[in-house]
């Protein structure tokens, strides 16, 4: 399948990030050859495959719910770009 | 005295035990050759002051039970590190100062070795050039128009030209093997599990490994040993005893058998890799081990699989970066979505943007089957061809990479011819198996070479031992001039 500037758009506004007018046309040429790369993979029969989702042999360990740390708002919010006493600020959201 | 800082990074060691030198005057020496290597660019940010400190309160009290007694080290800009900016190589971050220090570099300082700077890099560990970085190129020592390879470039920099004793990487599709084997130095990428990812700027967390980088073998086994750890902080962490893999070196191999995958042969290598790569295969039978032909027939298909799977995983990691809580934010936009789009588009490189386009798209509505989960089948089947082989032998063979060193700009131009640069190193990854690239020899124009062996899931010490053994063996000496300085 190939990639049009218009899905190119749509993709770009899923992940938030703006597209500047002027790049759209390297960009979907190169997510074409891309693409076209990894579509080798429709080469492979995988009907009987089960997806590997993890490659440990252990499952996830589970902990108590508990705080473990806690206090640390000050570090929490020391590198925020715009922050108000204990909240980080947005723009507007709401009328 | 004057050549302290050519030494391997054991016998610094020692001659820090034995007071031939003292840990300040070690980070001096450092501190002089950093000075000197400006060109090269392989530092982001240099923690010198901190560094002296350091090394004056161990020569007060010296500790030489410690694994890395006295020793000052610069670590990839991946790492977290306690109050000292934390870039990523990215504009989005450039303004980054933890709060909290990274479990693998945590265990560097417990073992005694303390921050000397941090380390250039392709930005979010997304290249193979280190060409990606917003801090700019990172020049190879080995020549003035050389990429050091990526993304632990200035990793690979930095130790190559004497600028730090050991470092550390981090390995989502070769980071670590690819760059060592550009400048001739030694690299391992653990397996999954085995250092903890806390701490670490995410990238594609299943996929992700921190490892060390060094000037041999017995030193690369010394800094696996300081770094790994069960950590509860990280949910993948192997809970297992820890591992004395430098006590534990023997350069015995008699007897072992080694693999040799039909598939590393690919199209258009260049007769030197080929030729190393007999050169490998004799050394290693000239000491008692036995090859055997054997075959991964889903190696072709690594590359396509790790370019759904990665991009899949840094979209979703790379979504925290919204210009609220750290990092950038962007002035321009009258709501919050624009101001997110804006931060987003100022703060991540046009590498970073493709492959967060990739990853979405291939997670989006109505595309998952076709590629997220058509990748997952195929990655069990890449880790099937390892777990099949590995019944018959205990170590596999291959080149580290299909060329050695590029130009800077050479490939830039084409995302697909410098993703294949990860050929031979993607599939370790996909399988989460541990890999040690080692300098092995140079091509006709004169610039290094690696092989790779790759073994079990936790072999780490028989792949050291086979190393270790090899490098006694391959007669290779890096002998880099220092035309920058």
Redesign the interface.
Do not use: G, H, M, Y
């Given at each position: 399948m190939s990639?049009d500037k218009e899905k190119?758009k749509h993709?770009?506004k899923?992940?938030?990030?703006?597209?500047?007018e002027a790049k759209v046309d390297s960009?979907t040429k190169?997510?074409n050859?891309?693409?076209k790369?990894?579509?080798?993979?429709?080469e492979?029969n995988?009907d009987k495959?089960?997806?590997?989702?993890?490659?440990?042999n252990?499952s996830?360990?589970s902990?108590k719910d508990e705080i473990s740390d806690g206090k640390?708002r000050e570090?929490?919010l020391?590198?925020?770009?715009?922050k108000s006493e204990e909240f980080?600020v947005?723009?507007?959201?709401v009328e | 005295m004057s050549n302290i800082t050519n030494q391997s990074l054991s016998e610094i060691l020692e001659s820090v035990k034995s007071k031939k030198i003292s840990s300040l005057e070690l980070t001096q020496a450092y501190i002089k050759n950093i000075e000197n290597a400006k060109k090269l660019n392989a530092f982001v940010t240099t923690t010198f002051d901190q560094a002296l400190e350091n090394a004056k309160k161990f020569d007060n009290k010296p500790n030489n039970d410690l694994l890395l007694h006295g020793i000052p080290l610069a670590v990839k800009d991946l790492f977290c590190t306690e109050n000292i900016k934390t870039t990523a190589g990215s504009n989005i971050l450039n303004n980054f100062v933890p709060s909290y220090e990274s479990t693998v570099t945590k265990n560097l300082w417990d073992s005694g070795a303390f921050l000397l700077g941090k380390l250039n890099c392709d930005e979010f560990a997304m290249g193979s050039s280190n060409e990606t970085s917003f801090f700019g190129n990172v020049i190879n020592p080995v020549g003035d128009q050389l990429v050091p390879g990526g993304s632990s470039g200035g990793s690979s920099s930095a130790l190559a030209a004497d600028l730090t004793p050991a470092t550390i990487g981090t390995d989502t599709g070769g980071s670590i093997r690819q760059p060592a084997s550009f400048t001739g130095t030694v690299g391992l990428k653990p397996t999954y599990g085995l250092c903890s990812r806390w701490g670490i700027v995410a990238f594609a967390s299943s996929l992700d490994q921190a490892g060390p980088m060094t000037k041999t073998v017995s030193d690369c086994a010394i800094m696996l040993e300081a770094m790994s750890s069960f950590d509860e902080k990280d949910s993948t962490s192997i809970n297992k005893k820890k591992e004395t893999y430098s006590k534990n070196l023997k350069d015995n191999i008699k007897g072992m058998k080694i693999g040799i995958p039909k598939e590393y042969r690919v199209d258009n290598m260049p007769n030197d890799i080929d030729e190393l790569w007999e050169k490998g295969k004799k050394i290693l039978k000239d000491l008692g081990a036995e090859l055997i032909d054997i075959s991964l027939p889903h190696t072709k298909y690594a590359l396509p699989t790790y370019y759904i799977v990665a991009p899949a995983e840094a979209s979703s990691n790379l979504a925290r970066y919204d210009g609220v809580r750290y990092g950038h934010r962007s002035q321009k936009g009258k709501d919050l979505i624009e101001m997110y789009e804006n931060t987003r588009s100022e703060g991540f490189g046009d590498e970073v943007k493709r492959r967060i386009l990739i990853g979405t798209y291939v997670l989006s509505s109505g595309y998952y089957d076709a590629y997220y989960l058509k990748a997952q089948k195929v990655r069990q089947l890449i880790k099937k061809d390892f777990d099949d082989n590995f019944t018959k032998v205990d170590a596999i063979l291959t080149p580290s990479t299909p060329s050695s060193a590029f130009k800077i700009g050479e490939k830039t131009n084409n995302p697909v011819s410098m993703y294949l640069n990860d050929i031979f190193t993607v599939p370790v990854n996909l399988a989460g198996l541990p890999a040690l690239s080692l300098p092995a020899g140079l091509d006709k124009q004169g610039y290094p070479l690696g092989l790779q062996l790759i073994g079990k899931a936790l072999d780490e010490q028989k792949i050291l031992n086979i190393g270790y053994a090899f490098e006694k063996n391959c007669g290779y000496k890096n002998e880099i001039k220092k035309w920058w300085s």
């Open positions: 990639l190119i993709v770009a899923l992940a938030r990030i703006s597209v500047d960009l190169d997510l050859s891309i693409f790369f990894i579509e080798q993979l429709n492979l995988t495959v089960e997806p590997l989702t993890s490659i440990l252990q996830l360990r902990r640390i570090k929490i020391k590198n925020s770009p715009k980080f947005v723009p507007k959201v | -």
